[in-house]
């Protein structure tokens, strides 16, 4: 598609985002550009960009279906989506079923463990502030979201966590954790965003293969045979 009379409005750091000509809604671009670090490390991918769309679309197309409002109206085509425009919260939410990452670095956790329970974690949006973990009371506090809010992303997340952990169980992926993102619609909370290998941890059930950021963060080469790896099977599974 033609994006060159198109007006950009924001340029993330993977997605550019551009205005639709409709006040409800947006068009998202997914970009080849890869960051880690908070944007320490940065990388042109070839391809990343389309792969992460169509997984973002499978993942949204079957949370649509089981009844998870998202912002995904329909592809435009390969790497362009129209998508409602919310209001986006400035709290992430982070999913974890297995210890890992930051979790594992917190609190002494080794990766790869498995939670007694689904943890959930609220984090400001703020590269400037490194993303910090908040409580309830920090961010109603200081504005970011309501209490009623709140409880409505921890709800939404605990139902899309076990749809997805259904979801990559049959494609034999675990799923170990991952990032939301909500944002406000005509008074509604909808997930936003995308969820991708870029935005999850994902490892292959029997050899525990990352196929996710991970390969990009730590170097261990194979990031989009990875990522390729991800949407056949979410393909073959749908
Ligand atoms: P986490 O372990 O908190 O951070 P890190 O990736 O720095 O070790 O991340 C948990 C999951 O959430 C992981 O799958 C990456 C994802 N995530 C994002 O996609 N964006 C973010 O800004 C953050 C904080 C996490």
Redesign the pocket.
């Known amino acids: 598609m033609e994006l060159n009379d198109m007006k950009l409005l924001y340029e993330g750091k993977s997605k550019s985002v551009y205005d639709s000509g409709d006040s409800d809604t947006l068009i998202l671009r997914f970009r080849d550009s890869a960051t880690?670090?908070?944007g320490a490390k940065k990388a042109e991918l070839d391809g990343k960009g389309k792969l992460n769309a169509a997984i973002s679309a499978i993942i949204y197309d079957y949370l649509s279906e089981n009844g998870i409002e998202t912002h995904l109206e329909k592809m435009i085509d390969d790497v362009t989506a129209l998508v409602k425009r919310v209001e986006i919260v400035s709290v992430?939410v982070?999913?974890?079923n297995i210890a890992?990452?930051?979790?594992?670095?917190r609190y002494g956790v080794p990766e790869g463990t498995p939670l007694k329970n689904t943890v959930l974690?609220f984090?400001m949006?703020s590269d400037e502030y490194g993303?910090p973990?908040m409580n309830d009371s920090q961010i109603t506090a200081i504005g970011l979201a309501t209490q009623a809010e709140l409880d409505e992303m921890r709800s939404a997340a605990l139902r899309v966590d076990s749809l997805l952990s259904e979801l990559f169980d049959k494609c034999g992926i675990t799923l170990?954790?991952?990032?939301l993102e909500f944002g406000r619609f005509h008074g509604r909370l909808i997930l936003a965003d995308e969820i991708s290998p870029?935005?999850?941890?994902l490892w292959d059930k029997s050899t525990g293969k990352k196929l996710?950021?991970?390969r990009f963060?730590r170097d261990l080469g194979d990031v989009l045979g990875s990522y390729r790896e991800v949407l056949g099977r979410l393909q073959n599974a749908r």
């Not at 170990?176 to 990032?179: E, G, L, N, P, V």
């Not at 870029?198 to 941890?201: L, P």
């Open positions: 880690a670090g908070n992430e982070i999913v974890r890992a990452g930051s979790f594992s670095k974690e984090c949006k993303d973990m170990a954790d991952y990032k870029d935005s999850c941890r996710d950021k991970d963060r």
